[in-house]
């Protein structure tokens, strides 16, 4: 679904404030499936501090430069 989810911002032009807002959902989706399935290998305790902490910044980041992209695109 996070692949349907990019595709269907790709479609058409969207509004800046929608692309980020939409990337940044999709990247954390992503993130709480991997730390939940880290989560059973290190236990949920040390789960967000291993794998979603860490990257969180980082997909902020590709949200925001996803956003600059698809304006520029089209």
Do not use: N
Request: charged share 10%.
């Amino acid at each position: 679904f996070l692949a349907f989810g990019m595709g269907w911002l790709m479609q058409k032009r969207r509004p800046a404030w929608l692309v980020f807002c939409a990337t940044l959902a999709l990247c954390c989706a992503q993130l709480l499936l991997g730390t939940a399935w880290l989560g059973a290998f290190v236990g949920y305790e040390h789960a967000l501090s291993l794998g979603f902490m860490p990257f969180i910044a980082i997909d902020g980041l590709k949200a925001c430069a996803a956003a600059a992209f698809l304006q520029g695109y089209g």
